[in-house]
């Protein structure tokens, strides 16, 4: 068995499909991306009263300022280490946001939708 180590530099990401963020003021997933070791997430469904970032734990959790409690949205946890590298955090739509980072030799740009976008776009380019 070879075992990999994860060296400081490594960035880990992931994505969450949160279900659990449809009721305004919960952000008990924090918990969870302590668990595995995660430094950017995107979610998605959330729902929210309220917009900016919020603190959370070690994470800060960026959302869509103008999002309508009706609207389900994405979001995206940033570990609080990489904060700095973090340049600018944009919301195209209410499906879609996008996230900058800094990177040594070139920007990093996260792209998160919710997948029903992503099925919309693969059931018109299939035919499916």
Same mark, same amino acid.
């Given at each position: 068995?070879?075992? #990999? $180590?994860?060296?400081?530099? /490594?960035?880990?990401?992931? #994505? !969450? ?10 952000? #008990?997933?924090?918990? *969870? @991306?302590?668990?595995?070791?995660? &430094? @950017? %997430?995107?979610? +998605? *469904?959330?729902? !929210? /009263? =309220? ?12 959302? =869509?300022? *103008?999002?309508?409690?009706? +609207?389900?949205? #994405?979001?995206?946890?940033?570990? &609080? $280490?990489?904060?700095?590298? %973090?340049?600018?955090? *944009? ?10 980072? $800094?990177?040594? !030799? ?8 919710? &997948? &029903?976008? !992503? $099925?919309?776009? %693969?059931? +018109?380019?299939?035919? @499916?």
């Amino acid at each position: 068995m070879i075992r #990999t $180590r994860q060296r400081k530099k /490594d960035t880990r990401f992931g #994505t !969450w499909y949160v279900r659990s963020l449809n009721r305004p003021g919960s952000l #008990t997933i924090a918990k *969870e @991306l302590v668990k595995y070791k995660l &430094h @950017l %997430v995107g979610v +998605q *469904e959330i729902r !929210w /009263d =309220e917009g900016g970032t919020v603190r959370a734990g070690v994470y800060n959790f960026f959302m =869509e300022k *103008e999002m309508n409690y009706q +609207q389900l949205g #994405t979001g995206v946890f940033v570990y &609080h $280490r990489i904060l700095s590298a %973090v340049q600018r955090v *944009e919301f195209v739509s209410n499906r879609v946001s996008c996230i900058v980072l $800094r990177g040594r !030799w070139c920007n990093i740009i996260v792209l998160n939708c919710m &997948h &029903h976008l !992503w $099925r919309k776009v %693969v059931i +018109q380019k299939t035919g @499916l």
